[in-house]
């Protein structure tokens, strides 16, 4: 697929999705990079991979698109598919919905002095202010303003400028990105961030009216939702039952620019600005809901190049940023949760302390939380494979962002309940993929058959094998796709065995052909 769009379907809630009984992954393999090398089958959380005839397999069903495979390919023989910049030609007005793991890529962005031709001098005078205010170059104000604070005296209007600086309650650089994303040819652009913001506030009012499950688990990650459906079954009803930040975005995108263009939502295109592959699966094939209102994923990776090319170029900041620092600080691990302004939480981030906090949660060893963030991706969204930056650099970078943004930008009506088009449509269910049979008679004798066949294998969980454990390799055994000479360790016992006797023998032979060798002398 060039695009990602499905043919056998139409718009649903304004996006597309495959159907129900296909599978549709965005992390796929490159077997002509595949060495076998078996890194992958061994970070997989699903044990999704195997590497059979000296190259890996993907199982399809098992398969969450986390992207951890992408992470530790050393050969890229794994990769993610997303549409491209190309898809926007097919629509008549054109919505780009940047994740604010977006904002983290560009360095200096909590100061706006990275283009020269912007016209900023650096004159200390009332106009230069003035100037640096009406152009929303916010570090140079701020620098200007500093000096008349110092000198008093060199600028007695300082005063009224001040008052006109205070009136711009959103001067950051996030405006550079959007400016450059209008310019690279959308019509639009409305930040995740705004979304994220209504995601916080719809999250503390069901909160707050009890009758969640707690701990209550994020749902914003999709790889963590897909992850718990098909290992955690017991944790699918703390799952929160709201739209992704995403989602609701492309939501409010599409009504509102309809509702200003009196263009129809069907040809209005939302597009998301990804930084992981788990995103594109959950465009086209969402959980939680009918379809989804974004029209496709763009990977952060490839707006990049471009995207700063155009900030490079612009002249002049549009002020279209919305959102403040609640919203922004879901790029990173425990923004989410930091949002609810309750101290029982716990946010956790990497595929691995994920996996890890969802089985205490499932054995009940964790009592006392409200909340539990989960994120695949180390760091949290900025980690994510298809972004350019080191996640732990960006988290950074948004860090002193945030600090020239307001708390938050968008509200719920304080007194109504949450918008029904905010919530999932339909509830989370297990999906068993990990089964041995449908059978359970069948099923608790292959359950025997693996145990007995584990016994025999070493243990090591190397992978040499091809599968992730030595008891994933019985498991394969069991189903007839694998054999237990598979086993280096068992192969080897086995030489051993036949050349002890092979040497056993050696020197011997039979009393009747000795015999008749005599005769023969």
């Known amino acids: 697929y060039d695009n990602l769009a499905c043919p056998e379907r139409g718009h649903a809630l304004g996006g597309r999705r495959f159907p129900v009984d296909r599978f549709f992954h ?8 595949c060495l076998g090398c078996t890194n992958c089958i061994k970070r997989c959380p699903t044990e999704a991979i195997r590497v059979r005839e000296g190259k890996a397999q993907i199982i399809s069903e098992r398969c969450i698109d986390c992207g951890e495979c992408i992470r530790v390919c050393p050969h890229h023989a794994k990769k993610a598919r997303y549409d491209h910049l190309s898809v926007l030609e097919g629509w008549k007005y054109k919505i780009a919905i940047p994740a604010p793991a977006l904002f983290g890529q560009f360095n200096n962005l909590d100061d706006i002095d990275i283009e020269a031709n912007i016209g900023i ?3 200390f005078n009332n106009f230069e202010l003035c100037k640096a205010v009406v152009t929303r170059d916010m570090a140079r104000a701020l620098m200007i303003a500093e000096h008349f604070a110092r000198n008093p005296k060199d600028n007695p209007l300082l005063v009224t400028v001040l008052a006109l600086f205070g009136q711009f ?3 950051d650089d996030i405006d550079i990105v959007l400016t450059g994303l209008k310019q690279m040819g959308f019509d639009d652009v409305y930040e995740v961030s705004r979304g994220a913001e209504l995601v916080s506030d719809a999250t503390r009012k069901l909160m707050a009216d009890g009758r969640l499950p707690k701990p209550v688990i994020s749902s914003a990650c999709p790889a963590v939702v897909r992850l718990i459906r098909v290992r955690f079954p017991d944790l699918c009803d703390h799952v929160l039952n709201l739209n992704a930040p995403m989602e609701v975005s492309a939501m409010m995108a599409k009504r509102a620019a309809s509702e200003r263009t009196g263009i129809p939502v069907e040809e209005i295109g939302a597009f998301f600005i990804t930084p992981c592959p788990a995103k594109v699966t959950d465009i086209k094939m969402p959980i939680g809901t ?4 974004c029209d496709g994923a763009i990977a952060i990776s490839e707006v990049f190049p471009l995207l700063s090319h155009r900030m490079d170029k612009l002249e002049t900041v549009e002020p279209i940023g919305q959102s403040g620092l609640i919203g922004v600080s879901w790029a990173g691990s425990g923004g989410e949760s930091a949002a609810l302004l309750n101290e029982k939480y716990l946010a956790a981030d990497g595929i691995e302390n994920v996996i890890r906090v969802l089985e205490e949660l499932e054995d009940e060893r ?3 939380l409200d909340f539990v963030e989960l994120n695949a991706c180390s760091g949290g969204c900025v980690g994510g494979v298809l972004c350019v930056e080191n996640g732990y650099v960006a988290k950074a970078r948004l860090q002193r962002l945030r600090k020239y943004l307001p708390v938050s930008q968008n509200h719920l009506d304080s007194g109504a309940p949450v918008p029904k088009d905010m919530e999932w449509t339909e509830p989370l269910e297990f999906a068993p993929v990990l089964k041995l049979s449908q059978n359970l008679e069948e099923a608790m004798q292959m359950m025997e058959h693996i145990d007995v066949i584990c016994e025999g294998l070493p243990g090591l969980d190397c992978g040499s094998c091809g599968a992730p454990s030595c008891r994933a390799l019985a498991e394969d055994v069991v189903k007839g796709v694998a054999r237990t000479s598979d086993c280096v360790f068992v192969m080897r016992e086995r030489v051993k065995n036949v050349a002890d006797t092979l040497s056993s023998i050696g020197g011997y032979v039979p009393s009747c052909l000795d015999s ?6």
Do not use: M
Not at 290 to 293: A, D, L, N, Q, T
């Open 26 to 33: 965005s992390v796929t393999l490159d077997k002509d990079k």
């Open 516 to 521: 008749k060798e005599k005769q023969g002398k």
């Open 290 to 293: 009918e379809g989804s209102w």
């Open 366 to 368: 964790i009592r006392e």
């Open 169 to 171: 309650n959103n001067l």
């Open 121 to 123: 001098s650096k004159d």
